[in-house]
């Protein structure tokens, strides 16, 4: 059974650093593409960042451009999000995705992937 699992999330103040990860167990996903969202109350599932394969593909949502760096070590089957210089707006539920087949671009719609973590938790304060 394919499982995500998120974990790094807290609440921090603005300017502060996090860094969230997401372990998949169940399968390898080194060869698909995998993303990062998050959703704020009352809102849509918001793109954040994703990356088609280990080390490339790379694409973020305007809002994170320059702030946050998506990262794989697929030695350890896990995925990372690298915060930086949040923002009260970047206060949301995030959650890891992975596309379960092969996909020749990045997808950054939450309809392109096939499996989801709990999400984690961030806010920061102002």
């Known amino acids: 059974q394919v499982q995500l699992a998120e974990s790094g999330g807290g609440l921090v103040q603005a300017g502060d650093s996090l860094r969230l990860s997401c372990e998949a167990s169940?399968?390898?996903?080194?060869?698909?593409?995998m993303a990062w969202f998050r959703q704020a109350p009352g809102k849509e599932r918001e793109f954040v960042a994703a990356?088609?394969?280990?080390?490339?593909?790379?694409y973020y949502g305007d809002s994170v451009k320059g702030r946050f760096t998506i990262s794989r070590d697929n030695a350890k089957n896990t995925m990372y999000l690298q915060m930086k210089s949040l923002k009260p707006e970047d206060t949301a539920v995030y959650y890891c995705?992975?596309?379960?087949?092969?996909?020749?671009?990045?997808?950054?719609?939450?309809?392109?992937?096939?499996?989801w973590g709990q999400g984690t938790q961030v806010t920061v304060s102002s």
């Open positions: 169940g399968r390898t996903f080194s060869s698909y593409p």
């Open positions: 995705a992975a596309k379960a087949t092969y996909s020749n671009y990045t997808p950054m719609t939450k309809g392109d992937y096939d499996y």
């Open positions: 990356t088609r394969w280990s080390g490339g593909g790379i």
